[in-house]
Structures are given as structure tokens and as C-alpha cells.
């Protein structure tokens, strides 16, 4: 899978259901960083949204593990279409 040049760097809670994503970039303090590292979600690592649900909650698909965040969470998080 390669990222596609022109595919934006959007949030994560923008990102399309369904898609293959690569993580671009996190921002946050430290122990959000030591959280999301421990569930598999750094720089370059390739994930799916699964699901969406109200109040902007996400499923998403990490190494084909299914993950529940919330949206504080996945705000924080950037990705970028690959294909």
C-alpha cells in the first residue's frame, strides 16, 4: 500500500468509513501518546474505520484488531488515504 500524493492529511474523525488509512501524525501530551502507541496506532501504521457511532465514537481496524475510541481521541489523530 502506498499513500496516494494528493489524498489530504485529514483528523481521523473526518476520515472515510471503509477506507484503507495510514496514521500521518498524533499530537497530544505524553500519556496520550504512551495510550494510543500501546493499542498499535503510531506514524505510518495502517488502519480502517469499521463503524461510526453517535456522539462520535469510531471503530476502527489496527492489525486486525477492532478498537473502540472515542472522538477526543480520534481528533488527535492524522491520517491519510492509501491505496
Given at each position: 500500500?502506498?499513500?496516494?500524493?494528493?489524498?489530504?492529511?485529514?483528523?481521523?474523525?473526518?476520515?472515510?468509513?471503509?477506507?484503507?488509512?495510514?496514521?500521518?501524525s498524533?499530537?497530544?501530551?505524553?500519556?496520550?501518546?504512551?495510550?494510543?502507541?500501546?493499542?498499535?496506532i503510531?506514524?505510518?501504521?495502517?488502519?480502517?474505520?469499521?463503524?461510526r457511532?453517535?456522539?462520535?465514537?469510531?471503530?476502527?481496524?489496527?492489525?486486525?484488531?477492532?478498537?473502540?475510541i472515542?472522538?477526543?481521541?480520534?481528533?488527535k489523530?492524522?491520517?491519510?488515504?492509501?491505496?
Open positions: 500500500m502506498t499513500t496516494t500524493d494528493n489524498s489530504p492529511i485529514v483528523s481521523l474523525t473526518f476520515a472515510p468509513t471503509g477506507t484503507a488509512l495510514a496514521v500521518v498524533t499530537s497530544g501530551g505524553y500519556e496520550f501518546q504512551r495510550k494510543i502507541a500501546s493499542l498499535g503510531y506514524p505510518n501504521e495502517k488502519l480502517e474505520i469499521v463503524e457511532h453517535s456522539q462520535g465514537a469510531l471503530v476502527i481496524n489496527v492489525k486486525g484488531s477492532r478498537l473502540a472515542g472522538h477526543g481521541m480520534s481528533r489523530i492524522k491520517v491519510k488515504v492509501v491505496q
